[in-house]
């Protein structure tokens, strides 16, 4: 009997674990306007509590972090342990995930700012006690030009500190150097201009027409300008693993900024997990395992930021 009456105390014991956890937050779909759909999680027991809105990165990014062949949902974990810590949250798909349903044929870095600024009028109505941007990879400079005026607190969480257009040379220049004068001409020519006709060919993705319009828009934005023009407080964090954007960057962020706070998570990579190993492979592998636990780390960080932020 002694086996059977050990199991059944660890079935009341998990029982009761997962009745806990379903509990310390409830979650209710939301359709700001036809562009921008997300998920409100709300932590439970707590009177009007701060509201963070995670903005995403690049590509065809939904609002738990994941695109085609990348599933982590680190979004929706920091959402979620947030919650625990009586901090709600907001989470939405890009506009470009809408584009095909419609109908858009181009999308500019500027739709992406009016996005959130309407997120942001919509939560305005509601009872929360303070309005946190957070934005993650190009979601950081997104967010760092949406919160402007509009929030109160602004999280970059491995956000670029140089322009688009500095970035992609460096980047397409290491893996072409005999490219590099060409490369440089060709995103000079879209920043200036708006368009560019002699690009590598090789590169021709890159350079697509609607690709250079997409640039052009995004290029008129520097992260370092924007950042300085922020006089709420400011936390700037990043990974020491993470392969997507270094700590160089993160670095020209806290020090453009007025008031910022300067955090670089130790093996942190660029979807929140702990990786010591330096093989890429293994951490590129991470992107799609979205059983592995944040870093240790982020939460408390997160947590201890908004949490002063009610104090002040």
């Not at 509590?49 to 695109?67: A, K």
């Not at 590099?180 to 200036?192: F, G, P, R, Y």
Request: hydrophobic letters at 40%.
């Amino acid at each position: 009997m002694r086996p059977l009456k050990f199991s059944l105390i660890l079935i009341f014991i998990g029982s009761c674990f997962s009745f806990a956890q379903e509990t310390t937050f409830s979650e209710e779909e939301i359709a700001i306007d036809k562009f921008t759909d997300g998920t409100l999680t709300l932590p439970s027991n707590a009177e009007n509590p701060p509201l963070v809105i995670f903005i995403q990165g690049s590509g065809l990014t939904n609002r738990d972090g994941n695109q085609s062949g990348m599933q982590s949902n680190f979004s929706k974990k920091i959402a979620h342990q947030l919650a625990e810590n009586k901090i709600a949250s907001f989470r939405f798909d890009k506009r470009s995930i809408k584009a095909k349903e419609l109908n858009l044929e181009t999308i500019s870095f500027d739709d992406f700012i009016t996005d959130v600024e309407n997120i942001l009028n919509y939560f305005n109505k509601e009872n929360f006690s303070k309005y946190i941007i957070a934005g993650h990879s190009q979601g950081s400079l997104i967010g760092m030009i949406a919160a402007k005026d509009n929030a109160d607190a602004f999280i970059s969480l491995a956000g670029p500190g140089e322009s688009i257009d500095s970035l992609l040379a460096k980047q397409l220049s290491a893996q072409l150097p005999q490219l590099k004068d060409e490369i440089t001409k060709s995103l000079q020519e879209i920043k200036i201009t708006g368009s560019t006709s002699e690009h590598p060919k090789i590169l021709e993705m890159v350079f697509h027409p609607k690709n250079q319009a997409f640039l052009a828009s995004w290029m008129k934005y520097d992260p370092s300008e924007e950042i300085a023009k922020l006089e709420i407080p400011v936390l700037v964090i990043n990974g020491t693993n993470d392969a997507q954007v270094k700590e160089k960057q993160a670095k020209i962020l806290h020090n453009a900024a007025l008031n910022s706070e300067l955090v670089l998570l130790e093996n942190m990579n660029h979807v929140f997990r702990e990786i010591v190993s330096n093989d890429l492979t293994k951490n590129y592998q991470t992107y799609n395992n979205p059983e592995l636990p944040l870093h240790p780390e982020l939460i408390p960080v997160l947590t201890d930021f908004i949490k002063n932020l009610e104090i002040k």
